[in-house]
């Protein structure tokens, strides 16, 4: 299906510039402590966690490896399909190794839960999972990323790296989307 998308389809700002900048320094601040001696491989949940991994890692000051990784489950949807497809895999031999995976939002948790499963299996040392966002209400706790940057209510967002369609990443804040353009 092919989506058309206008530049005011943002309903309203749901964090801004600011906001975001603050948080994303603090969780760095935090996990540069946690990983002062352990040099992590960070991994960008690609293509949605680019933009908060970019600014996560400059606000960190350990030793660490770069990965990137891709999956996906929405293709051009608002709801997740189920089904997760790895679509890159990690370019760092992973076994042993500390790992902190860089999520721009958990909604359902499927991708989490099926990452962690992975990564575990092909035997990493620790792993833990840091999101920008996390849909507090669309998934059990449990699936809960390790560390998060705000809990969000479940409405559809863009911006600060997250699409709709491809529409949206370059945005500099997260917005809710109006539901015309996707209902
Ligand atoms: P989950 O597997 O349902 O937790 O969804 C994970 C992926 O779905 C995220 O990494 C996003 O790429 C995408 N996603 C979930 N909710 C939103 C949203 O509100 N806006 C944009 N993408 C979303």
Not at 32 to 42: G, N, R
Not at 70 to 91: A, E, L, P, T, W
Request: hydrophobic share 40%; net charge negative.
């Amino acid at each position: 299906m092919s989506v058309t998308c206008e530049k005011n389809d943002v309903e309203y700002v749901l964090l801004t510039e600011d906001q975001i900048k603050k948080r994303v320094e603090e969780m760095g601040r935090k996990l540069s402590e946690m990983y002062e001696d352990k040099c992590p491989i960070v991994a960008a949940v690609l293509k949605g966690g680019s933009v908060f991994f970019t600014d996560l890692v400059r606000s960190m000051d350990c030793l660490m490896f770069f990965d990137f990784i891709s999956v996906s489950s929405y293709g051009n949807d608002v709801k997740s399909s189920g089904q997760i497809i790895m679509r890159k895999d990690f370019d760092n031999d992973i076994a042993g190794k500390d790992l902190i995976i860089v999520e721009d939002i958990v909604d359902s948790g499927l991708t989490l839960s099926y990452l962690k499963d992975f990564l575990y299996e092909r035997k990493a040392k620790s792993v833990i999972t840091v999101a920008l966002l996390n849909k507090y209400n669309c998934h059990p706790k449990d699936l809960n990323p390790t560390m998060y940057g705000f809990d969000i209510e479940d409405n559809f967002v863009v911006g600060y790296g997250l699409d709709y369609a491809g529409y949206y990443r370059n945005l500099p804040y997260v917005g809710v989307l109006r539901p015309e353009v996707y209902s």
